[in-house]
């Protein structure tokens, strides 16, 4: 049981939490007070009602509060109501007096990792009561924290699952009521939870990686004063373990961030942005070398206060992951894994960069000898470079007897049943048998059926299921049926003035961006007088003028990566490009004038005649690739197949000292060319071949586009060679099921010799044509099979009643096969071969028995032919 005490630094616990403002530090709460007074210049729009709310807090509540006020995101302040903020408050108090491990945390531990209210850029509601409610009787029993974690990264598996979606973070609670999540959602579910039980959490987080096209999000927590990893819902029965534990063993960067600097943990800082501090963190999970970049300017001078930012190559661009600013010396320091980034500094118009080997590289020297306001530098010819990813090391090694491996498989079966059954029994098969064209996005909406049901069966008014069919994915499973009423009843006052696609796509459509869902149009109609609407709605340009004149943006103040919902803005007066650019699109909408956000160009559009128009710059803008003939740059290939965007090729267009990457992603290759449509300006053309290793062949081209310009380029895209194909990743063992009912070791049946594994899905098309692949080479591979072991990986008996399975063993009877039937061995082994873990087929060839040379996942025209070439070479 917690006890009583007091300390000289005025901490006095309270156990009645009545007015005592003695429960906290001084230091403490002189901070709060501090922050808070520097904030609220920002707050006037409701500040009467933040002061009205402090009188009805204790003291300790009050202490609480200021803190938060005075460090949150500011956009957060005019989006949610007091009262939610001090729910927060609430059950971070009771825990701090009544959970022992809460009890005997460090203050800064505490404020910053159990009572904030925010873990990173997701919808914020009062969850931390219904979590803990959850979990309460779970833990009960749990004598030590880290066994409480265990126990709670188990219910979170029971709850939720891992889902690819949008960039929008959904809140925990659309997470629970959807059983569903990225990672980065799946990690937010995760800390919500720990938080609501007195454990501090935080998400840690790589933004790029640097061996492959993708980012991902963990979890770390406090025990006994130091921080432990693991997987959101994704449970082991040891910490410091998780599927990504040899991926971020090759990460360049990998950070945690903290929403105050109220902090004494002595961790290493990056820096600042906004209101939001980051911390390195990737000493823990890989090898590291402390760079130290210093920057020059035109003369040779140090160059105070440039900007650097170090970029990863990723989905065939370069992103930046973090920007450093040069001290008096002109030099800045950043820890990284040891691999290729790329770094540019930028200062006063001029710039520099150089792609720089942490690996071999303790320092780096950049020069500001760009003029980006010239054109001199810009040569307009492909320069290719290769770019090595850092080599994979066993830094957590995190190792589990084989009964640990048994019991985490038997939790985890009863954990996607459990979940299974709970998401299922939202679904009202006898209500969406009203509704059968909107069946699939009742179902999809999980447990938020309730409120699309409840909007469909408001009236027979037929835009009530063409707004339902608008939704994204993401919204079925939050938008509340009072947020799309709104927007229905608004836009069908004019639905007579637009023709269908226009009206259904650019008025009737509740998101604009990737924004979260409100009803912004009846606060818009209500916030402007009569004059003003009809002003606007007479020339939308004075919007626009209305959101410069009287939209401010403080960058220091607010989280980059959120946006402030158009009613937000307008409350706080407050919002960044993005808002201001939703903003425009809401008020037009509101007042029957059809607006977009452009998906290429990112620019907020309104439609007037017969094209859009970009607000303030008069000129008009011609379908989804952007502007109207300015320019015309026509790209030539030679196979259209390989050109992916993100994938293998992107362009960007120089924004004040950076290049901003144009989203063209989706878009279909037809033919040898393709024509966009651009701005005059400076673009940089990207391409980019990954190899199995991880390195990359890039070629990069920086042209300019003048008006009314016609450009072509033959893209140059420098493909791997055989010699580049091969890895040497060990694969963990795994069991199958052999033809007998038996349990087998993989490695025993490899035997120490060559082979390939044949993960399948039969019936899928990529797996039909795998087999039909093997079939059209069946000699070649019956040879092979005298040589090496190929293991045919089933899910069960019933897949081998498929007529292409059954040629395929027929034509080739040296092949071995096994059973899968808990469906989880394929996950493992594509993910250490570093391979989309997601897709079947999943083949790979090993040397060794267990060797991993190569992997394919998918189906990619010519894989079965390849793979045959490194098993006969190898």
Known sequence: MRKDWTTDDGYVKNRNGERDRGMFSNHLKEYADRKYEERLPYLKGIREELEEGFRLCTPAQEVLMRFFYGTMPLRDAGEYEFRVF????????????HVEWCADLPEDIFVNHVLYYRINSEDISGNRAFFHEQLKDRIASCQDPAEAVLAINYWCAENAAYEASDMRTASPMTVYRSGKGRCGEESTFAVTAFRSVGIPARQVYTPRWAHCDDNHAWVEVWLHGRWYFLGACEPEEILNKGWFSNASSRALLVHSRCFSDFTEEGEACIGKEGVTWFYNNTVTYARTKNLTVSVTDPEGKPAEGAE??????????????????????GEVRLTLGLGDIRIRAMLNGWCGEALVSAAVQERAALRLDTDLSQTDWIRDVWEQEEVKAPADYPVNPGLVTPEQKQRRREKLAAANRLRERRINAYYDEKAADKYPGEKERLRLAAGNFGELYCFLERDTNPDRKA?????????????????????????????????????????????????????????????????EKAAFAQDPEKIQEYICRNIAYEPEQDYRTICATPSGCLKLKQGNALSRK???????????????????TQEAEYLCGDGFLVPGKQEEMAGSAGADSKAGLTLRVEDGRKWIYYQTWTIGRLDGMQFTTLDYEGMGWEGPAYRLSLEAGVYRLLTASRMPNGNQYTSRRIFTLKEGEEKEIFMSLREAGMEDMLVRNEIPDFEVTDRDGRKRSAADIMGGGSG???????????????????????????????????????????????????????????????????????????????????????????????????????????????????????
């Open 308 to 329: 650097v930012s170090f970029e990863i190559l990723n989905m065939a661009e370069y992103c930046s992951v973090a920007v450093l600013t040069a001290d008096e010396a």
């Open 467 to 531: 707004l339902l069919h608008s939704l994204r994915v993401k919204d079925c499973k939050d938008a509340k049926a009072d947020v799309l009423e709104d927007a229905l009843q608004y836009a069908g006052a004019f639905r007579e003035a637009w023709e269908e696609e226009t009206y259904r796509k650019y008025l009737l459509c509740p998101w604009v961006y990737y924004e979260e869902l409100t009803p912004y149009r009846s606060f818009i109609s209500r916030y402007f007088t009569d004059g």
């Open 582 to 600: 939703i903003l425009f699109v809401a008020i037009c909408r509101t007042l029957g004038i059809p607006a977009r956000i452009n998906r290429v």
């Open 86 to 97: 001090l729910s927060f408050v609430k059950h971070a108090i009771w825990l701090r007096e």
């Open 756 to 874: 390939v594994f044949f993960f399948l899905e039969e019936g899928a098309e990529p797996t039909e044509h795998v087999l039909n692949e093997l079939i059209a080479r069946a000699e070649d591979w019956k040879a092979a099979a005298e040589q090496a072991t190929l293991l045919f990986i089933l899910a069960g008996e019933e897949a081998l009643s498929n007529a292409t399975v059954k040629r395929t063993l027929e034509k080739i009877p040296g092949i071995t096969v096994v059973f899968d039937t808990e469906g989880d061995t394929a996950e493992p082994v594509a993910r250490r071969m570093y391979v989309d873990p997601e897709k079947l087929p999943l083949l790979v060839v090993t040397t060794g028995g267990m060797t991993g040379i190569y992997g394919s996942s998918g189906y990619n025209v010519g894989s079965v032919d390849l793979m045959h070439k490194l098993l006969v070479k190898g």
